[in-house]
C-alpha cells in the first residue's frame, strides 16, 4: 500500500456518530454508497483527496483530524503496548489488534491512556510520568505538524533574505523584533545551563560550551516561542494534557519549530532524495548536527511530499530509553525498556563518527534496516571530575523502501538479517546465544541429561 494513502477509518467514524448518522445515511450526503464508507471506516480503504474535501464542506471540520485520530497511535502503537511482559501469555496478532480497533476504537483508546499512565505495565498505580503521555500525542501526529512546518518555512525564507549566515539573522532578529540580545557566557557564568532568558536585562543567554549549531537552535527555539506561539498554543490545547506534560509538550513543538527553521520541509526533503538521506551531507548543508538531523528525519509525513518513514530511538551505555519517535514507522523495534543485544545500537560507543548499519528481522517477519551513531552531549566538571554525556541514536526505515539510501549502497538488503526480538521477557526465539531470560509465561524445561545452546530453554519451543 503507497505511504501516501490516508487509512483514516476511525476518525471517520467518529464524525458520522458525531452526528448522529447511520452510515447509509452520511454515505447518502457524500454521495457514495454505503458498502464503501464501511470498508473506510474499517481501514480497508484509504480516503482520496475528493472524498476528504467532501468531508470537511458537509460537516465543518478540520481535515487533520483524519491524520490524527487513531485511537491509541494506531495498530503498532497497540502492539507496542501488549509487548510488555504483563501480556506475554495472550499472544495478541496484529490482526486481532487491528480487529479491536474497528469494533471498539473507545476501548483501545482507554486501555492505551490506561496503559501510559501506568496502570497496564505493573498491574498496580504509580505515580504519573508525563513522557509516555506527550508520546502518545507525538503518535497522534505521526511527529509531523503542518502548521509548524508552515510558520517555520515563512520565517526561514524571511531570514535568507537577511543573508547566508542563519545564526547572524536569528541574533538580528531577536534583537531588532524582539528586544532581546544574544550573550554567550563562560562555564564560571552558566555552569549548570545551556541556555537562559534573563528577561530582567533581555538578553537570551547561551552557554560557551554550546556547539555552532545547538547555538543556532536555541536561538530558533526562543523565535519559535515567540512567533509561533498560537500555532503551539492551539496543539497543546487540543492535547488537554496535565500540567507537566503540557510543559513537556510544549518543549518538543519550540524544538519541532527550530528544526524547522534549520532545515525547511521543502528544501530538507529535496536534499534527502538527492544525497540518499546521506546523513553526513545534511549535517553540512544545513548547519546542523547529527541528532537535529536524525530528529528531523521522523517528521517527513507532509501530504504530497512524504520522506522515508524513519523512526528514532536514543539510549545510554548502561540500555536507557531517553528518546523515542516512531514518526510514522509503526515498528515494535521501540517498545519496552529493553533492547535485544543483537541489535548493534551500542557498538556505536566503540566507533565514534561512524555510522554502524545493520538488517535486522523481527519475530513476525518484519526487516527494517537501521543505523547507529554515537553523539555527545554536555561536558560538566574538569579534569578527573569531568563527565560527558554520551548516548548512541539508532534510525531505522522498512528494509523494503531503503534501496536508495546512501548507507545501504552494497548491501543485499532481500540477504540474511540478524534476528532480534523487542528483550529477552518478549521474545520467543529459540536457540539464541545472547539470551538472558525466558519469555514471561512461559514454563521452563530443565534437563539433567542435556544441555541447549542456551541456559533458558522453555515450553512452546
Same mark, same amino acid.
Given at each position: ?93 496484529? /490482526? ?152 513537556? *509538550? ?17 528544501? *530538507? ?155 529477552? /521477557? ?24 542435556? /544441555? ?10
Amino acid at each position: 500500500m503507497s505511504r501516501d494513502k490516508l487509512l483514516a477509518g476511525h476518525a471517520v467514524r467518529r464524525l458520522r456518530r458525531r452526528h448522529g448518522l447511520t452510515q447509509a445515511a452520511m454515505a447518502e450526503m457524500l454521495a457514495i454508497s454505503a458498502s464503501y464508507l464501511n470498508l473506510i471506516e474499517r481501514n480497508q480503504r484509504a480516503v482520496p483527496a475528493g472524498l476528504l474535501v467532501a468531508l470537511a464542506d458537509r460537516f465543518d471540520f478540520d481535515p487533520r483530524e483524519l491524520v490524527a485520530g487513531e485511537p491509541g497511535g494506531g495498530a503498532e502503537a497497540i502492539r507496542r503496548r501488549l509487548a510488555d511482559p504483563l501480556f506475554a501469555d495472550l499472544e495478541v496478532d496484529r /490482526r486481532e489488534v487491528e480487529e479491536w480497533l474497528a469494533a471498539a476504537p473507545g476501548g483501545a483508546e482507554a486501555f492505551a491512556r490506561a496503559f501510559d499512565r501506568g496502570q497496564g505495565g505493573a498491574g498496580a498505580p504509580v505515580p504519573d510520568d508525563p513522557a509516555p503521555t506527550v508520546r502518545r500525542e507525538i503518535e497522534r501526529w505521526r511527529n509531523h505538524f503542518p502548521d509548524l512546518d508552515a510558520a517555520a518555512e515563512t520565517l526561514a525564507g524571511e531570514l535568507r533574505l537577511v543573508g547566508a549566515d542563519l545564526y547572524g539573522a536569528l541574533v538580528e532578529r531577536l534583537r531588532v523584533r524582539h528586544g532581546l540580545a544574544i550573550r554567550i557566557l563562560p562555564v564560571e557564568a552558566l555552569p549548570d545551563h545551556l541556555v537562559r532568558v534573563d528577561l530582567h536585562a533581555r538578553q537570551l543567554q547561551l552557554a560557551e560550551r554550546l556547539a555552532p549549531w545547538s547555538r543556532t537552535f536555541a536561538l530558533a527555539v526562543q523565535c519559535g516561542l515567540i512567533e509561533a506561539r498560537a500555532e503551539i498554543d492551539a496543539l497543546v490545547r487540543g492535547a488537554s494534557l496535565d500540567r507537566v506534560a503540557e510543559r513537556l *509538550f510544549r518543549r518538543h513543538l519550540s524544538s519541532y519549530f527550530a528544526a524547522a527553521v534549520m532545515m525547511p520541509y521543502a528544501r *530538507f526533503v529535496r536534499a534527502c532524495e538527492a544525497s540518499g538521506y546521506d546523513l553526513e551531507l545534511l549535517q553540512r548543508r544545513f548547519g546542523a548536527g547529527p541528532e537535529q538531523v536524525a530528529h528531523r528525519l521522523t517528521t517527513l509525513q507532509r501530504v504530497g511530499a512524504r520522506g522515508l518513514p524513519f523512526f528514532l530511538l536514543r539510549v545510554d551505555r548502561a540500555g536507557q530509553v531517553s528518546k523515542r519517535l516512531a514518526g510514522a514507522s509503526n515498528t515494535q523495534l521501540l517498545a519496552g525498556d529493553t533492547r535485544c543485544p543483537l541489535w548493534r545500537v551500542h557498538h556505536a560507543f566503540d566507533r565514534p563518527g561512524s555510522v554502524v548499519p545493520q538488517l535486522l528481522e523481527l519475530e513476525d517477519g518484519a526487516r527494517w534496516f537501521t543505523l547507529a551513531m554515537a553523539v555527545n552531549g554536555a561536558a560538566v566538571g574538569a579534569g578527573a571530575n569531568r563527565v560527558e554525556s554520551a548516548f548512541a541514536i539508532a534510525l531505522g526505515v522498512p528494509a523494503e523502501v531503503t534501496a536508495g539510501l546512501a548507507a545501504a549502497r552494497g548491501l543485499d538488503l532481500n540477504g540474511a538479517a540478524t534476528p532480534v526480538g523487542t528483550g529477552c /521477557r518478549v521474545c520467543h526465539r529459540v536457540a539464541c546465544p545472547q539470551r538472558s531470560a525466558p519469555p514471561a509465561g512461559r514454563a521452563l524445561l530443565i534437563n539433567d541429561r542435556e /544441555r541447549a545452546m542456551t541456559g533458558w530453554t522453555f515450553a512452546g519451543d
